[in-house]
């Protein structure tokens, strides 16, 4: 399980461009001591963990169709620094769309967390849970209250680690 504060946290009305910022200032750690952007930002209100924004459903709400009109940029491959093709993206009869889609509220575009075990579970329900619910994650209940989330990444992890000790 990870603790639910090892997650960046976000409220409803928070903006895309907040979210996103949040998911690439934080590290969760994805085991060996490795560390790499989370998948998602918890959403809470009034306390409660209410669901959670995935970094494709940030994309998603920035409606990426600006670049379905930049045809030439088709073949262009992706590269870590400034691409100098995509200014055109960002000129500034195009700034004001993204600019507004960026400030969109998480709520348009946050979901549900579909899976939800409890803290005593066995590892049999927990992969129940996140098979059946067909989800990447699953929420963990204790007396009630959300305290952390239960990745398939680790419960792969664990089943693979508990076959090896087995194998003969």
């Known amino acids: 399980m990870v603790p639910l504060d090892e997650y960046p946290h976000a409220a409803p009305d928070d903006s895309l461009r907040e979210a996103a910022r949040m998911l690439v200032q934080a590290q969760i750690a994805v085991g060996k001591g490795r560390q790499s952007m989370p998948r998602v930002v918890l959403v809470f ?20 169709d600006l670049l379905e009109e930049l045809d030439e940029l088709a073949d262009v491959p992706i590269r ?3 691409d100098p093709n995509l200014a055109e993206v960002l000129s500034p009869d195009k700034q004001e769309h ?15 967390i579909e899976g939800r075990v409890d803290a005593g ?5 927990v992969i129940y849970e996140l098979v059946g619910d067909d989800t990447h994650m699953a929420v963990v209940v204790e007396d009630d209250h959300a305290v952390g989330v239960v990745r398939t990444v680790d419960v792969l992890r664990h089943v693979y680690h508990a076959m090896s000790v087995l194998a003969p």
């Open 121 to 125: 579970d066995s590892l049999t329900k």
């Open 45 to 64: 209100e009034n306390s409660k963990l209410v669901g959670a924004v995935r970094r494709r459903d940030i994309l998603k709400g920035l409606e990426i």
């Open 98 to 112: 993204w600019q507004a889609r960026f400030d969109r509220p998480i709520r348009e575009v946050m979901r549900d």
């Open 80 to 82: 870590s620094e400034v």
